[in-house]
């Protein structure tokens, strides 16, 4: 099993334009979540999906888009992107049942937008 | 959210044991306990995680004081590839029946050779 993979690991834009990264599972897991780090900081959650064809907003959401078409396939937009979205984006996704309580990370994919 | 306090950083010897501390003085009836870490360049990994009981897996023991205001991560034999950044973070159940993990800082751990 490959378990959380992202698509792409690196990735520079320019202000303003768009671009979605990819996230997929092959554990069959209903959870998805996805995180922003900033240098020195733990990671901030943006958005998050408990099943195909659901989404919810985290705790910084805004300037961000997601969408769970598939269940194993989480996607996290950026519209416009701005210098403020630079970051390390990391991916994850658990088990929905409460014996397993573990959330599972992709590799993360670093983002710099100039 | 309830909040955790670690300290920023600590240091050990290789194979030798560390003890973590974490604070939890608002934590609340139901919210778990958990740790995770992050070595460098990649995705945080689970840990452990207990609700009031002391807990052994292969990789750590947690200890929970007894008014589960605080709690220690325990590496038994510290080994270069523990160097990270550990997070103690408090699982909290949300209204959908989801949980989200609420990261601090965390501590780095340093391992001396």
């Known amino acids: 099993n490959a378990g959380v993979t992202q698509t792409p690991k690196f990735r520079v834009l320019k202000t303003g334009q768009s671009m979605t990264l990819l996230c997929a599972q092959d554990?069959?897991?209903?959870?998805m979540y996805w995180y922003r780090q900033d240098p020195g900081m733990g990671l901030r959650l943006i958005h998050y999906s408990v099943g195909e064809g659901t989404t919810a907003k985290g705790e910084v959401p805004d300037g961000y888009n997601v969408s769970r078409l598939k269940k194993q396939n989480f996607l996290l937009g950026l519209e416009s992107a701005a210098p403020s979205q630079t970051s390390v984006y990391f991916c994850?996704?658990?088990?929905?049942?409460?014996?397993?309580?573990?959330?599972?990370f992709g590799p993360g994919t670093r983002l710099t937008v100039l | 959210d309830a909040k955790t306090t670690q300290p920023n950083s600590m240091e050990s010897n290789e194979e030798e044991p560390v003890h973590l501390p974490c604070n939890h003085s608002t934590i609340s009836g139901t919210d778990y306990i958990h740790w995770y870490r992050q070595l460098p360049s990649q995705g945080p990994e689970y840990v452990i995680h207990g609700l009031t009981s002391n807990v052994n897996n292969r990789m750590a023991s947690l200890a929970i004081a007894e008014d589960r205001k605080s709690s220690t991560l325990i590496l038994h034999r510290a080994t270069l590839r523990d160097a990270a950044v550990y997070y103690c973070?408090?699982?909290?159940?949300?209204?959908?029946?989801?949980?989200?993990?609420?990261f601090g800082s965390g501590t780095r751990l340093l391992v001396r050779p």
């Open positions: 994850a996704s658990r088990d929905q049942s409460w014996v397993y309580n573990e959330q599972f």
């Open positions: 554990m069959n897991h209903e959870y």
């Open positions: 973070i408090l699982r909290e159940i949300s209204s959908d029946s989801s949980y989200k993990l609420i």
